[in-house]
Every structure is written in structure tokens, then in C-alpha cells.
């Protein structure tokens, strides 16, 4: 065992958001986004939702993209 100095390395996110419909999903997504960035311009959610996401538009200026069925970029 050896006892080290703690470094702060660059890491890649990895995670993981999941509840019931109206349990703060995207909400909570906006708020971690914006923690990471720094920035709500540089944050932008990709609403499969009616429209959902315009819901937090209070928070600050992020991008809303909305697509309907099929949920496929391609058919947009």
C-alpha cells in the first residue's frame, strides 16, 4: 500500500438517468449539463416528449431539438 497525492484527471462522464414519467428526468439533466458545462448555450436536449423539455425554458437559453415518430434523426 502507498499513500499518494490526489490528482484531478480528465475523465469522460458515464451516466445514467432513469424514473417514472414526471419524476424530474429532465430537470435534473438540465441542471448536471449546465454544472458540466457551464454554459446553457452549450447544452442543448434532444426532446422525444410533446415538447417537454420547453418546460424548464426558466432555467436559462439551452437548445431544444424535438423530433416525433419515427424517433430517428435521419427522418427529420
Not at 16 to 23: L, N
Request: proline letters at 5%; aromatic letters at 6%; a positive charge.
Amino acid at each position: 500500500m502507498k499513500i499518494t497525492t490526489a490528482k484531478r484527471k480528465r475523465a469522460k462522464i458515464r451516466l445514467s438517468i432513469q424514473g417514472p414519467s414526471g419524476s424530474g428526468k429532465t430537470f435534473s439533466s438540465l441542471l448536471i449539463a449546465k454544472g458540466l458545462v457551464g454554459n446553457w448555450e452549450n447544452i442543448c436536449v434532444i426532446d422525444t416528449e410533446n415538447h417537454s423539455a420547453d418546460l424548464y425554458s426558466h432555467l436559462g437559453p439551452y437548445n431544444v431539438l424535438t423530433l416525433g415518430k419515427p424517433f430517428n434523426p435521419e427522418a427529420h
